[in-house]
């Protein structure tokens, strides 16, 4: 199985802030762009907000973005606003188990 | 408007087995591939199994495998999910997921349904 592992597993920022959020396959075999990011808050089902590594799903806000390929994975929020404080979780579908990162969660400083 | 709605989440004792259906309306249910992902209480996101667009292919995760069972009726836009053997680390929020191809991110989402294993 491929095991994604998320840096940092929590972070405090402001509304306003620059949060950079990171995402890496821990396998030698690359997983291409089969990397997708998901907003979580509790009680609600989980959105998508990047397939494909950096293609934005439609109706999401600009701020968010993704970047990477390989291995090295990034999602970006700028401008953190309120209805941003969710935990934050990356998954590839490259191979079966379509792994999920450990999520991180970002909260209000 | 698309949405998918689980159902048949319930507190069931250890070994006892569930139906979990998925409901789907809003979208070409017969094209996508259908995912089951569960949330177990303050842990993350854990991917379970995976049924083909026709119904033909299944995939489960090592952790399911031989007690979980998928299937679909696309006349009537539903999956199921058949839970047997069920233990205690099988408690979580069951979310039924729809992707438009094999490799394909999961744009759709449901709810979620409670299964509680316990005596």
């Known amino acids: 199985d491929i095991q994604m592992t998320q840096s940092p597993s929590s972070l405090s920022a402001s509304v306003g802030d620059r949060v950079t959020i990171s995402c890496r396959a821990s396998?030698?075999?690359?997983?291409?762009?089969?990397l997708n990011w998901y907003q979580h808050k509790p009680g609600k089902a989980p959105k998508l907000l990047i397939y494909?590594?950096?293609s934005l799903q439609s109706g999401v806000p600009s701020r968010f973005s993704g970047s990477g390929s390989g291995t090295e994975f990034t999602l970006t929020i700028n401008s953190l606003q309120p209805e941003d404080f969710a935990t934050y979780y990356c998954?590839?579908?490259?191979?079966?188990?379509?792994?999920f990162g450990p999520g991180t969660k970002v909260d209000i400083k | 408007e698309v949405q998918l709605v689980e159902s048949g989440g319930d507190l069931v004792q250890p070994g006892g087995s569930l139906r979990l259906s998925c409901s789907a309306s809003g979208f070409t249910f017969s094209s996508y591939i259908i995912h089951w992902v569960r949330q177990a209480p303050g842990k993350g996101l854990e991917y379970v199994s995976a049924?083909?667009?026709?119904?033909?292919?299944?995939y489960y995760a090592d952790s399911v495998q031989g007690r979980f069972t998928m299937s679909r009726d696309n006349s009537k836009n539903t999956v199921y999910l058949q839970v047997s053997s069920l233990r205690d680390v099988d408690t979580a929020v069951y979310y039924c997921?729809?992707?438009?191809?094999?490799?394909?991110?999961?744009?759709?989402w449901g709810q979620g349904t409670m299964v509680t294993v316990s005596s």
């Open positions: 998954q590839q579908t490259y191979n079966t188990p379509f792994t």
């Open positions: 997921v729809a992707a438009r191809s094999g490799r394909g991110a999961f744009d759709i």
């Open positions: 049924i083909s667009s026709d119904g033909v292919g299944t």
């Open positions: 494909d590594a950096s």
């Open positions: 396998q030698a075999i690359t997983i291409s762009t089969y």
